[in-house]
């Protein structure tokens, strides 16, 4: 099993050149598997960590709700977002500047073929993260993210996850709120959770975060769950 893992930030770059750039390197990973049992061969797998922000976007996965998104195309113009349809499981979600957007794009023969214990243990990074700020996370039951007061009506959703898998190989991830203009989500009904709020670290900590010491937080503890050795 090949536990090494390519780091790389794109930093903020448009939705789609990003989507464009995953599905590139996840078909040249699953490439490598299918030619790996074509040819009886063993070679390593590549994996990839991959960390951004984008302009203002709405995507929508494949068991999604289009209603879910309370704006026509006038409205998003006005507001500089776009909306793409997309491969990954789940509902609406938005991403923006002051998000850290991460694709992990992963061989999971190289980790564990468990997606329930895959995002289970993306959350558990998020949540770790959280508490080395001093902010308790946890988990909201029949849901995936990352959440504050789970157990009571104060419920917040600090992180969304979403992801697609095919033959053990991972796409698209987890959107992480830092510094996050949380208005953009009052133009969609969030995941299909219509009762629930969303937060951002700025806003229960009271002032922005630095972004880029947050990522190399996060990335320790990706690394450490799933016993990554990060290459250039």
């Given at each position: 099993?090949?536990?090494k893992v390519i780091f790389?930030?794109?930093?903020?770059?448009?939705?789609?050149?990003?989507?464009?750039?995953?599905?590139?390197?996840?078909?040249?990973?699953?490439?490598?598997?299918?030619?790996?049992?074509?040819?009886?061969?063993?070679?390593?797998?590549?994996?990839?960590?991959?960390?951004?922000?984008?302009?203002?976007?709405?995507?929508?996965?494949?068991?999604?709700?289009?209603?879910n998104l309370l704006l026509?195309?006038?409205?998003?113009?006005?507001?500089?977002?776009?909306?793409?349809?997309?491969?990954?499981?789940?509902?609406?979600?938005?991403?923006?500047?002051?998000?850290?957007?991460?694709?992990?794009?992963?061989?999971?023969?190289?980790?564990?073929?468990?997606i329930h214990l895959y995002?289970?243990?993306?959350?558990?990074?998020?949540?770790?993260?959280?508490?080395?700020?001093?902010?308790?996370?946890?988990?909201?039951?029949?849901?995936?993210?990352?959440?504050?007061?789970?157990?009571?009506?104060?419920?917040?959703?600090?992180?969304?996850?979403?992801?697609?898998?095919?033959?053990?190989?991972?796409?698209?991830?987890?959107?992480?709120?830092?510094?996050?203009?949380?208005?953009?989500?009052?133009?969609?009904?969030?995941?299909?959770?219509?009762?629930?709020?969303?937060?951002?670290?700025?806003?229960?900590?009271?002032?922005?975060?630095?972004?880029?010491?947050?990522?190399?937080?996060?990335?320790?503890?990706?690394?450490?769950?799933?016993?990554?050795?990060?290459?250039?």
């Amino acid at each position: 099993m090949n536990k090494k893992v390519i780091f790389e930030d794109w930093g903020l770059l448009d939705y789609q050149e990003a989507w464009n750039r995953q599905e590139d390197l996840f078909a040249q990973v699953v490439g490598q598997k299918s030619t790996n049992r074509q040819e009886g061969a063993a070679s390593p797998t590549t994996n990839y960590l991959i960390f951004t922000e984008h302009p203002h976007v709405y995507t929508l996965g494949k068991s999604g709700k289009p209603e879910n998104l309370l704006l026509d195309d006038r409205e998003l113009l006005e507001k500089q977002a776009t909306f793409y349809k997309i491969n990954r499981g789940g509902d609406i979600t938005y991403h923006g500047p002051g998000q850290i957007v991460g694709y992990p794009i992963l061989d999971l023969d190289n980790f564990f073929t468990d997606i329930h214990l895959y995002l289970r243990t993306l959350e558990e990074a998020v949540i770790r993260t959280l508490a080395d700020y001093g902010i308790e996370a946890g988990r909201y039951p029949g849901y995936t993210g990352v959440w504050l007061d789970a157990d009571n009506d104060r419920a917040r959703k600090i992180c969304a996850l979403g992801v697609r898998a095919s033959r053990w190989v991972t796409m698209h991830g987890f959107a992480f709120n830092i510094n996050t203009d949380l208005d953009y989500f009052r133009n969609i009904i969030p995941c299909n959770i219509d009762d629930k709020d969303v937060t951002s670290m700025q806003r229960e900590l009271g002032h922005p975060q630095d972004i880029d010491t947050l990522k190399n937080c996060l990335k320790g503890h990706i690394a450490d769950l799933f016993g990554m050795e990060f290459t250039d």
